[in-house]
């Protein structure tokens, strides 16, 4: 059974940065696309970046030159790098994984089978 667990979030100021973790288990990760997905408060989840097995990646446009996505296939882990955090930055950040060979939106949640809990990522002024 294939696991994510996402892990590094917490309480930050406006403009700081922070590294959120995600590590898998279960199953080799370059079997996966690997996605981050966020939901904040009262509003639905969204899409942030994604990165295919040979680590190219593509980002929301909310989030493009202020997010990195990385991942490492050899420690079946993936990081995502968030600097010059913003108010509307704070949701629940998740990890997500998707099998290669799918091809739809990489944008859908729906596309994706493997989920973590969540880290909280708390911005303030």
């Known amino acids: 059974q294939v696991e994510v667990v996402e892990s590094g979030g917490g309480l930050v100021h406006h403009g700081d940065s922070l590294g959120l973790t995600c590590a898998a288990s279960g199953g080799p990760l370059s079997d996966f696309l690997l996605a981050w997905f966020r939901q904040p408060p009262k509003k639905e989840r969204e899409f942030l970046a994604a990165v295919d097995w040979t680590g190219n990646a593509i980002y929301a446009d909310s989030v493009k030159g202020r997010f990195t996505v990385s991942r490492d296939n050899a420690k079946n882990t993936a990081s995502l790098q968030m600097n010059n955090l913003k108010l509307e930055d704070t949701a629940v950040y998740y990890c997500?994984?998707?099998?290669?060979?799918?091809?739809?939106?990489?944008?859908?949640?729906?596309?994706?089978?493997?989920w973590g809990q969540g880290t909280q990522v708390t911005v303030s002024s």
């Open positions: 997500t994984l998707r099998s290669n060979g799918r091809t739809g939106v990489l944008s859908s949640q729906f596309e994706y089978s493997y």
